[in-house]
């Protein structure tokens, strides 16, 4: 387990660059999860460190396989600056700890909720987690077990992951892209959805 740590943070050092900081989470019956910063040309991205020491199994399953399914870190990046989005490091663990504690299995196009504003005077309540491969390489491990998939995280106000609920992730990325979204800026408005 802390062997797929260490190649999870070298890959996400090797890519992002050293973090200027970090914190850790533990909740009660999960393994310990943490939050890396990093600061790159006015923009802060935090990745999560934990999430892939355990594969995700299959809520149905009757016996999860110790090696086998998916694995996963969560990335969000924001804008630097604009607001206290440090406070976010608590939301992204309760997401990363996920699998462990729901027993869900985080996958692009999937909507995840912390039920609260990501960080203070937040729009945003709920993510959509991006498909794999842009800013993070997949992170190969020796067979049987799954590549570990950097996934970016977006955030959705309400009103946008309602109508994600309707219409599906596809549609809201092409939303996104058609209006020409900042999905970085922490003080975006919803995008248009009539």
């Not at 923009?43 to 892939?52: D, F, I, K, Q």
């Not at 390489?137 to 020796?142: G, I, P």
């Not at 995280?153 to 309707?166: C, S």
Request: glycine fraction near 8%; hydrophobic fraction near 45%.
């Amino acid at each position: 387990m802390s062997d797929v740590l260490e190649l999870v943070e070298a890959r996400l050092r090797t890519t992002l660059g050293e973090p200027d900081a970090r914190a850790a989470v533990t909740f009660l019956g999960t393994d310990r999860i943490e939050v890396l910063r990093f600061v790159d040309n006015g923009v802060v991205r935090y990745a999560t460190l934990g999430m892939s020491a355990q594969p995700m199994a299959d809520p149905t399953a009757v016996l999860a396989d110790p090696l086998g399914g998916p694995r996963a870190e969560l990335l969000l990046s924001v804008r630097a600056g604009r607001v206290e989005s440090d406070k976010v490091l608590r939301p992204l663990a309760v997401l990363a700890a996920s699998p462990q504690v729901e027993g869900v299995v985080v996958a692009p196009g999937a909507s995840l909720d912390v039920g609260e504003p990501l960080w203070p005077g937040a729009a945003f309540t709920s993510v959509l987690v991006a498909s794999p491969g842009g800013l993070v390489e997949d992170l190969e491990l020796d067979e049987p077990r799954e590549p570990v998939r950097f996934l970016p995280l977006l955030p959705m106000t309400p009103n946008e992951a309602a109508w994600k609920r309707v219409h599906g992730a596809e549609a809201l990325e092409k939303r996104w892209l058609e209006h020409g979204t900042d999905l970085r800026d922490p003080l975006r408005t919803g995008v248009p959805l009539d």
